[in-house]
């Protein structure tokens, strides 16, 4: 199941930014018996690198992102760490 929700993760965000640059990391082993993990839903990080992006404060990215994502919040996520980047930002 882990897999098939991160690679569904990434297909949305794909689908939706057009990154030049994506990771998507499980971290859901982390935070194993941690209350809101209780519920099936899983712990993620992303980095998505993408034009979408340019020109956008962070707090406008991350509203990119969370947009993308849609539904999955709501039945696969329970958190997301998110690093929305610009074709020519710093890592």
Do not use: C, N
């Amino acid at each position: 199941m882990t897999a098939a929700r991160v690679a569904t993760i990434e297909q949305v965000l794909r689908a939706a930014l057009d990154p030049s640059q994506i990771e998507v990391i499980d971290d859901s082993a982390r935070h194993a018996g941690h209350e809101g993990a209780r519920d099936g839903r899983g712990h993620f990080r992303v980095l998505v690198r993408s034009a979408r992006f340019q020109g956008l404060k962070p707090i406008a990215r991350h509203r990119l992102v969370y947009e993308a994502m849609g539904e999955l919040m709501q039945t696969d996520v329970h958190a997301l760490q998110i690093r929305a980047l610009a074709p020519d930002d710093k890592e």
